[in-house]
């Protein structure tokens, strides 16, 4: 085997401004519509893949505990399979990741983990880092995850389903004020909602067919560094998707209370002259979009509310890291 066969890498999570909800080729796991996104400097995984000729089968462990080796399996024989048409015949691994995302609390750790894994073993296996296949098998994790290879602002593109860098995270200094609300899994994956709202939800055509639009103002925001009309198109794009999710059967209401609460404090912040614009996910917690000096008064006026458990402060971050060959 080729060396160098240990790596380790870091991954941001990364936070949709135009939202992706539904598949076009739910085996290639290829988006219904592209999307745009902000990865953040953190929380994030920080993931080591060492290929070792003397394991039987893979093996993984999340922070510092043994954990289920399927989770990470179809990855690691991806870029296995990938590896050996290229020449290298690679052993199998195993993997030690560390998740800085708070524990069960519900906040997609799954992009900056995947990103992270591929970025380790793309890195042990000694492949070429600018291969686009890396995308695609990141995309293997889930549908966000080849987003947090990149830093800053990033499009991912439905057609081919790969990934492009529009602005750098030092372009703009914005911040993400993560508004935790209720902790604990969501009830509901994300590639089962999607699956559901395809197939049930009325306006999921009109989601696709109008989405195309949303993309454009929003990159034409970024690059006119228009925070107001950027937060615009934000808050336009999580409410579409949701009235989406709603209106299928069954309905999908991932917001509690705490979400509605956290919306109006937005609102409120914004007749005060605040720029501060809302973003949810497949979960009940509010992403709040703002300038780096307004920052620690959104955070600190949100921690108020009721139901809000925990806020982080994030600022735009890095793609997917090689720390050591
Ligand atoms: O990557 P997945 O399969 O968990 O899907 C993510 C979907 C949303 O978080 C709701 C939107 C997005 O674009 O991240």
Not at 169 to 178: F, G, I
Not at 191 to 206: I, N
Not at 259 to 266: N, P, S
Request: net charge negative; charged share 20%; proline share 6%.
């Amino acid at each position: 085997m080729q060396q160098p066969h240990r790596a380790i890498a870091q991954a941001g999570i990364n936070v949709a401004l135009i939202k992706y909800w539904g598949k076009r080729d739910a085996e290639l796991n290829l988006p219904a519509v592209s999307s745009l996104s902000l990865t953040l400097d953190a929380p994030g995984t920080r993931t080591e893949v060492i290929f070792d000729s003397a394991l039987s089968h893979h093996q993984f462990q999340l922070n510092g505990v043994e954990a289920d080796a399927g989770r990470v399996q179809p990855i690691l024989d991806a870029v296995r399979q990938h590896a050996g048409s290229h020449g290298i015949p690679l052993p199998h691994a195993r993997v030690n990741s560390e998740n800085t995302v708070p524990t069960a609390a519900g906040l997609a750790s799954s992009a900056s983990g995947f990103a992270a894994l591929v970025a380790a073993a793309w890195a042990a296996a000694g492949l070429d880092p600018e291969d686009p296949h890396k995308a695609e098998l990141t995309r293997i994790g889930s549908g966000s995850a080849p987003r947090s290879l990149l830093g800053g602002f990033v499009v991912l593109d439905k057609v081919e389903g790969q990934i492009r860098q529009i602005a750098t995270p030092e372009a703009w200094p914005l911040r993400m004020v993560l508004c935790l609300t209720e902790k604990g899994p969501k009830k509901i994956s994300s590639r089962v909602g999607m699956e559901s709202s395809a197939r049930t939800s009325p306006y999921f055509a009109s989601w696709v067919s109008s989405h195309e639009a949303d993309m454009q103002a929003a990159e034409a925001a970024i690059n006119a560094r228009d925070l107001d009309t950027l937060g615009e198109m934000m808050e336009h794009s999580t409410l579409k998707m949701h009235a989406c999710m709603m209106a299928g059967r069954p309905p999908l209401i991932y917001w509690r209370s705490a979400t509605l609460a956290a919306m109006e404090q937005v609102h409120q912040l914004r007749e005060q002259g605040v720029s501060a614009w809302y973003t949810m996910d497949a979960g009940p917690h509010v992403k709040v979009l703002c300038a780096a000096e307004d920052a620690e008064h959104i955070a600190s006026t949100l921690k108020a509310v009721p139901g809000v458990s925990e806020v982080l402060v994030a600022a735009p971050g890095p793609g997917a890291q090689v720390e050591t060959c």
